[in-house]
């Protein structure tokens, strides 16, 4: 008996290993690909460089390696905690009895799953997670997915595969996670208009998850019009996703990408950055702008504006974070918007004038919200687009 008992947990012991590994090396797949965002913007700026006069492009060079350096040493720091927060996070196995545990090998059998180990863990938030390690005994071509339900029903919890889960269950052994389901689940609507004298728009976006059940969406609005003002956007859009995916703190990850933009010398740019970050577990949501317009969380007809009074990123050294909390309830709205909305408006009232429209409008789908707010802003300006606008929704809601 003992034997066996010491067997079980050096079983469960070996499987928290793997589990470390395998979010180091998503962290680790991230921060090559940030790497190579930055190994073509430097390539970029070598070939810009090489018309320079020796003494100009000498102080120019000199003044980058100074930011480099400082840009480094924060990417290293960064990575350090990182590395101290994963090896800190504790887990606690839940016992599962031998009968229960047999009931499930059972119904997984019945499906020609055969199953090696199963564990519940309670994850560092108190939240649940199962790790089991399985294989397919016949060619049904199950998914992980079907299991996830199927495990959900007999272990009375509302599971979800974990992103780096394999798509089918395979004939090796092969270890997958299910994490406990949040409890909201969200709709995106996204509408845009482009400058009229442009082809491109300066605005972009990316809604993403950072995190299992955890919700980030990015706005940026490159300052101008234009390929340039798209290019400054961008950049400030997928670095973002790139260092909140690999793990960074989300002040860390601004000061880098603001290092960035100031790097560009006299070809720099400034841009915007309005980030919405949402817990589906708790409904928590922190808006955290620099020098973007404001956003709004419609509750029913009433309306929460959230602005800000900073400049963009790109201007100082230390960009000036504004950053606010809320929590959100089943049925909200959360509505971002470019600058190029606000102008539209006339009068000088427009931020009122929104929040009005907001406030009184009925529609309940997110895509349909966010072109009606993008059309009445286009006829207030009598169809005249002066400025890129662009207009993000998410509506959110409690899973039933």
């Not at 863990?121 to 996830?148: A, D, P, Q, Y």
């Not at 272990?155 to 269950?169: C, E, I, K, P, T």
């Not at 270890?175 to 949040?182: K, M, P």
């Not at 966010?370 to 006829?379: P, Y």
């Amino acid at each position: 008996m003992k034997k066996q008992v010491l067997s079980e947990r050096e079983e469960f012991n070996s499987i928290l290993p793997e589990y470390g590994r395998r979010k180091l090396l998503t962290y680790a797949d991230s921060i090559r690909e940030l790497a190579e965002s930055f190994r073509e913007t430097e390539n970029n700026r070598e070939n810009t460089d090489i018309v320079l006069e020796n003494d100009r492009r000498d102080y120019i060079w000199q003044k980058r390696l100074n930011e480099n350096k400082d840009l480094m040493i924060a990417h290293l720091q960064e990575m350090a905690q990182i590395m101290t927060q994963l090896a800190e996070e504790s887990r606690r196995c839940v016992p599962m009895g031998e009968r229960r545990f047999k009931q499930v090998s059972h119904a997984l059998r019945e499906v020609d799953i055969q199953l090696k180990n199963l564990y519940l863990i309670e994850n560092e938030t108190g939240r649940m997670e199962v790790t089991l390690t399985m294989r397919n005994i016949k060619k049904n071509n199950l998914s992980s997915e079907e299991i996830g339900d199927l495990l959900s029903v007999l272990l009375n919890m509302r599971l979800v595969g974990a992103q780096d889960n394999a798509f089918f269950v395979g004939a090796d052994w092969e270890t997958f996670y299910y994490v406990e389901e949040a409890r909201f689940h969200v709709l995106t609507g996204v509408a845009k208009a482009t400058k009229e004298t442009e082809r491109i728009s300066g605005d972009n976006y990316a809604f993403f998850e950072a995190n299992m059940g955890n919700l980030t969406v990015v706005l940026s609005d490159g300052m101008g019009s234009g390929e340039k003002a798209n290019n400054d956007s961008t950049m400030v859009v997928e670095l973002m996703q790139k260092f909140l995916e690999a793990g960074f703190q989300m002040e860390t990850a601004i000061q880098m990408i603001n290092s960035a933009l100031l790097a560009g010398g006299e070809n720099s740019n400034m841009s915007t950055l309005d980030l919405c970050s949402m817990d589906l577990y708790s409904g928590e949501c922190h808006f955290v702008k620099v020098g973007s317009a404001s956003s709004y969380i419609k509750r029913q007809h009433l309306v929460d504006r959230i602005s800000s009074g900073n400049l963009p990123m790109g201007v100082f050294k230390k960009p000036d974070l504004e950053a606010v909390g809320r929590t959100l309830m089943d049925g909200d709205y959360i509505v971002m918007i470019s600058d190029g909305v606000l102008d539209a408006l006339s009068q000088g009232i427009g931020e009122d004038m929104l929040s009005e429209l907001i406030g009184n409008t009925n529609l309940e789908n997110p895509g349909e919200m966010a072109n009606a707010i993008l059309n009445f802003c286009i006829h207030q300006s009598r169809g005249k687009i002066r400025d890129d606008m662009t207009v993000l929704v998410i509506g959110i809601w409690k899973r039933e």
